[in-house]
């Protein structure tokens, strides 16, 4: 079974710009998370998606976006980059069933960085 | 909002020797406790967890103790091995099967051969 798929792993922009990440979660899986990694704030929650709703938000600014499609698939955006959102995007999917353990499944992630 | 705290940021230990991670939580409705394992280059991985009606679990050389009392909760690694080589992160939620964790700011644990 793939795991949960993150494209692309690596990004370069400048201040001002918008970026779209792109993550393709593990097939069945109906939850999706986002979250954010830094050396000094660690992994801190940007949102969650369910059957293409956000039904959890983190404490981050407007210029944080996502969404997700029928099939499962979730894309986030950043608009208007600050040098601050240089950091690791984490996606992670969840099953979401009566067995559910719980248990995120993480991508490798999207290392973005800001100049 | 919820608050992890995690101690120590850096650890490293002898080859055969336990380690101990320490976490502590703000939010006593918090009730799922879960530990993830992240290597080089690599998304975080679930090695174990635990729900609030629980005090203890373990799972081979990895085990979890929880003392809700406190609000705090420890990872033990018995016996340890270059592989357990990692960052670890401790991690708290209201509700079992909510994907908005808390997590703590992580602990690099190195083994010394």
């Known amino acids: 079974k793939a795991g949960v798929t993150q494209t692309p792993r690596y990004l370069i922009k400048t201040r001002g710009q918008q970026v779209t990440l792109s993550c393709s979660p593990i097939?069945?899986?109906?939850?999706v998370s986002w979250y954010q990694q830094t050396p000094g704030q660690g992994l801190q929650f940007l949102f969650e998606?369910?059957?293409?709703?956000?039904?959890n938000k983190g404490n981050f600014p407007g210029r944080f976006s996502g969404r997700q499609f029928s099939n499962s698939r979730s894309e986030m955006n950043v608009s208007t980059l600050e040098l601050g959102d240089s950091a690791l995007y984490l996606c992670a999917s969840s099953p979401l069933t009566l067995a559910n353990t719980g248990e995120l499944f993480f991508g490798e992630g999207s290392r973005l960085t800001v100049l | 909002g919820e608050n992890v705290e995690q101690h120590p940021s850096t650890l490293s230990v002898q080859e055969g020797d336990s380690a101990v991670i320490k976490c502590t939580y703000s939010?006593?409705?918090?009730?799922?406790f879960p530990w993830y394992k992240q290597e080089l280059g690599k998304g975080p991985q679930l090695i174990i967890d635990i729900r609030s009606n629980v005090g203890e679990k373990k799972d081979q050389r990895i085990a979890v103790t929880l003392n809700k009392t406190a609000k705090h909760f420890s990872l033990h690694i018995t016996e340890t091995q270059p592989e357990d080589s990692a960052v670890y992160f401790c991690a708290a939620s209201r509700d079992f099967g909510n994907e908005k964790l808390t997590f703590g700011t992580g602990t690099r644990l190195t083994i010394i051969p």
């Open positions: 998606y369910f059957s293409e709703t956000q039904r």
């Open positions: 097939s069945g899986h109906r939850s």
């Open positions: 939010d006593s409705a918090s009730n799922y």
